[in-house]
């Protein structure tokens, strides 16, 4: 028989208090059951009150005007309280003692897939056993004054029979000795107390803790109202100045680098003071049975999300996200032309890096024609994007495929303006001024995709319209010198083949905006890595690094690396991505491939002039043609798209001002659509 098909009457005769300790608790986990499944004789409020809370009413009745039933009741709970470790639940429920990602991805799991023991005096652990649906927060919640006062006097008659009605407040006091403890230890560790603001630890509120919360005991223990009111005030006072120390970690984590586990260490110390807190408004309210509820509602919501993967993963998605969004901002600027100097200056830099591409398409073809085992030509093939991205980052030049996921993030920093705006300067803001900044952040974000589109334009033309000349004047000065083109005639309608619109090129297409957006992903997190240890410090003044090539050459390969870190990290592992990948995917069994849109053209320039003039009748050509259309559309917009949800999660912008900055740039379009291609001539 399941729990939920048994009757109150059935339920009832089997509460036993001289059972064993998991019988005990099972009978608890069926009498949850029964509040949420259980039957009643109807909803006397035409379904107003939660049913739980309904059966609820109906078991206190129940028990009311049966004796025998309650004192068994009675008894059982009175073992449950003198057994249980309640302080436990208080303390440690909803913590954990996880250092990285994945560890608490498979306690979440486990709580998720393991069955759970009754078998245990461990209240945090039977309290996820009793409270295991999402719902039961709501009904909790719901629960009226007057109920919760007949279920106060009937756990007041249980603690009597255990012998401890007075001492119902023992796990509290337990429970708060416990969390200073932990908030003091975690405060202590090297990785925070090193990062807090010196002013705010000035008078050592940590320190302080345990000194004013044993004077808060020993004026409750005194019954002195007067003193345990100052203790519990000071107490409160010294939580907020521990809650301001451990916001400052952040603020120095945003300026030196962002570290995944120092911001949970941080949210689980936050989250330590103010269950204390909550803990110490139960402790000394006048009414400790709606504080109780309002503490339960909490531990469930917290259980719930305890319970729930995509919660975790969303947020450590969204501390990600800010560590490379942060990382990324700047670099981004330097691919935004905001006026017609800047952008011919893109021109100028996307024609350089044209040219180098034009030398990567034949090494491509030459490594190709070594006919290697898969994985070296993919490794051969990777080292020469690799290299050949970073003599066009050395030359402060440009690949246009490289700019969205770089740009993003610089956009979503303008964002920022929007999120200010949207919740005002103050709580009472003028909501005329509140609308006024939304329309000039939402218009200024606006003026910067225009920006953007048009620079990346000028990057693609500027990529083409260099790599096409350079391809066909190395074909035919091999033509005129050694009487062959470089790229055989083979290889020449092998790229006619792949390159074509109408085979899989779209999808090859996006799936290298995919790696594009990953290379900028680690490049954010070498250069946070890079920024979090201090190493531009290390390299400027490590007695080593002094010794062997001087201070000011090492203060020189400080700065140089500090800003060129990102930009060597991304140009390296674009390469390794673009040859490995389809190598690794072959290898089981994915035939995915690249498609890369300045590579491509300089494949096909080179087809071109190995199979002569005529091939600019055949429909293959052109068809290649718009798959390369389509390639550098897939390539910057899949990137672009990335970059930017990464961007925009990691600034917390909502879906709503997202539909709105997508309808303020549909407008522009339809009103300016020249801005988006050409910079204004005036500046």
């Known amino acids: 028989m399941t729990a939920a098909t048994w009757d109150l009457t059935a339920l009832l005769n089997a509460a036993d208090p001289k059972a064993g300790r998991p019988e005990r608790h099972l009978w608890l986990v069926r009498l949850f059951e029964w509040l949420r499944h259980g039957q009643t004789d109807g909803d006397a409020d035409g379904g107003k009150t939660p049913r739980p809370v309904l059966r609820l009413k109906h078991l206190l009745n129940m028990l009311e005007r049966n004796p025998e039933p309650r004192e068994r009741i009675v008894a059982l709970l009175g073992r449950f309280w003198r057994e249980t470790d309640l302080a436990a639940l208080l303390a440690d429920f909803g913590f954990t003692a996880r250092r990285d990602l994945m560890g608490e991805v498979g306690e979440r799991l486990a709580l998720r897939l393991l069955p759970a023991t009754p078998d ?23 629960i009226d ?7 106060a006097t009937l756990l007041s008659t249980a603690r009597g029979g255990s012998g401890q009605a007075d001492d119902w407040r023992a796990p509290l006091l337990q429970a708060t000795t416990w969390l200073i403890s932990a908030i003091r230890a975690a405060a202590f560790a090297p990785a925070l107390r090193q990062r807090m603001g010196p002013e705010l630890l000035a008078d050592r509120p940590f320190e302080q803790l345990v000194r004013v919360s044993e004077g808060l005991v020993d004026a409750l223990a005194a019954g002195d109202q007067a003193a345990t009111a100052q203790q519990a005030t000071y107490l409160r006072a010294l939580l907020q100045r521990c809650r301001a120390a451990a916001a400052s970690v952040t603020d120095h984590l945003e300026a030196h680098g962002v570290s995944v586990n120092i911001v949970f260490e941080v949210e689980q110390l936050t989250a330590r003071c103010d269950r204390l807190e909550s803990v110490l408004d139960l402790l000394l309210s006048d009414q400790p049975q709606r504080e109780l509820q309002r503490l339960l509602v909490r531990l469930v919501q917290l259980a719930k999300q305890r319970r729930s993967l995509r919660a975790l993963l969303g947020r450590q998605y969204s501390l990600m996200a800010r560590k490379v969004a942060e990382r990324h901002a700047e670099t981004g600027e330097h691919y935004i032309t905001r006026n ?40 051969g093939a990777g080292m020469n994007y690799a290299i050949s991205f970073l003599i066009v980052h050395l030359l402060h030049w440009t690949v246009a495929t490289k700019q969205p996921a770089m740009t993003a993030p610089a956009m979503a920093e ?152 990102s930009g060597v990290a991304a140009n390296v592992s674009l390469g390794l991505l673009l040859g490995l990948v389809p190598v690794v995917l072959a290898f089981v069994g994915i035939p995915l491939d690249v498609r890369h849109v300045t590579l491509g053209t300089g494949q096909l320039a080179a ?16 068809w290649c043609v718009a798959g390369l259309a389509a390639t550098g559309a897939l390539n910057l917009g899949v990137s672009f798209w990335l970059a930017l949800k990464v961007a925009l999660r990691s600034r917390g912008i909502t879906l709503a001002d997202r539909r709105r900055l997508y309808a303020a740039i549909r407008l522009r379009l339809r009103q300016s659509p020249r801005s988006f291609l050409l910079p204004d001539r005036t500046p």
Do not use: C
């Open 120 to 142: 245990t005096d461990d209240g945090a652990a039977l309290f996820q056993l009793l409270f295991r649906d999402d719902a039961d927060a709501g009904w909790l919640h719901a």
């Open 145 to 151: 004054p007057d109920t919760l006062g007949r279920l």
């Open 340 to 379: 017609r100097d800047e952008y011919r200056a893109m021109l100028r830099a996307a024609l350089g890096g044209g040219a180098i591409i034009g030398g990567t398409t034949f090494a491509k073809f030459a490594i190709l024609a070594l006919g290697l085992a898969p994985f070296w030509a993919g490794f």
């Open 414 to 565: 303008k964002l920022g303006a929007l999120h200010l705006a949207a919740s005002g300067a103050t709580p009472a803001a003028d909501p005329a001024t509140v609308s006024e900044r939304e329309a000039q952040a939402i218009s200024g974000f606006v003026d910067e995709v225009t920006h953007l589109v048009r620079s990346q334009i000028a990057g693609i033309v500027g990529n083409i319209v260099a790599v096409i000349p350079v391809v066909v004047v190395v074909q035919w000065a091999a033509w005129w010198l050694a009487g062959a083109p470089l790229v055989s005639e083979k290889s020449a309608h092998y790229v006619l083949h792949s390159l074509t619109l109408l085979g899989p090129t779209a999808l090859f297409a996006a799936f290298t905006g995919v790696l594009l957006f990953a290379s900028s992903l680690i490049a954010g997190w070498v250069e946070n890595w890079f920024v979090y240890h201090r190493l531009d410090s290390a390299l400027a003044h490590h007695p080593g690094i002094v010794a062997r090539l001087g201070a000011s050459r090492a203060q020189r390969w400080s700065i140089w690396w500090r800003g060129n870190i």
């Open 607 to 622: 087809a071109a002039s190995t199979l002569g003039w005529h091939i600019l009748a055949e429909p293959a050509f052109w």
